[in-house]
């Protein structure tokens, strides 16, 4: 058994989509960070119409964009 800690939060979530979507999470995090002033389910939104994601998919990452765009 590993003694690694186990990944919490929607980056529980990374392993999956990058072998769903076959693009790493720098890749969807990049997009995100091309679009400005949305809100967090207009991002969701925006990632499931133009690529597909599923919403728990896209819900993960936009969480993780917006928690890490929020840190100071």
């Known amino acids: 058994m ?3 800690p ?4 929607p980056a529980s979530y990374f392993p999956s ?6 693009q790493p999470i720098n890749h969807w995090l990049s997009l995100l960070g091309t679009l400005s002033g949305k809100k967090h ?3 969701v939104a925006w ?3 133009e690529h597909g994601l599923g919403h728990g998919h ?7 964009f917006l ?3 929020n840190k100071p």
């Open 41 to 43: 389910m207009e991002l």
């Open 58 to 64: 896209a819900n993960a990452l936009v969480a993780h």
């Open 67 to 69: 928690a890490a765009a």
């Open 47 to 49: 990632l499931k119409a």
């Open 17 to 22: 989509i990058e072998q769903k979507y076959g």
């Open 2 to 4: 590993s003694d690694a």
């Open 6 to 9: 186990k990944v919490k939060g």
